[in-house]
Nanobody
């Protein structure tokens, strides 16, 4: 059974940093291009970053480019999102999925950035 479990969220101050993790199981993680998404209160879920299966190419939403870094460890079936210089507008629930959003969504991990 495909499963994604996000972790690492929390309350952080403006300009702070957090590292999110996404543990994947039940499917060939190393064969999938993966993404991070987020959903802010009252807004639709949005894409923020992607990484190819080879841990080679990355893409970012403009608003997070230069502050967030997506990476993966295929040996551990884990996707990461290193977030720095966080802003209050980054407050959201963060999710991982493949680039087609074809996997069952996990519960997400809450990130709250205080001003």
């Amino acid at each position: 059974q495909m499963h994604l479990m996000e972790s690492g969220g929390g309350l952080v101050q403006f300009e702070g940093s957090l590292r999110l993790s996404c543990a994947a199981s039940g499917f060939p993680f190393s064969n999938r291009d993966m993404s991070w998404y987020r959903q802010a209160p009252g807004k639709e879920r949005e894409w923020i970053a992607s990484i190819d299966q080879f841990n080679d190419r990355t893409d970012y939403k403009k608003s997070v480019s230069g502050r967030f870094t997506i990476s993966r460890d295929n040996a551990l079936n884990t996707l990461y999102l290193q977030m720095s210089r966080l802003k209050p507008e980054d407050t959201a629930v963060y999710y991982c999925n493949d680039v087609l959003m074809s996997l069952n969504w996990g519960q997400g991990t809450q990130v709250v950035v205080s001003s």
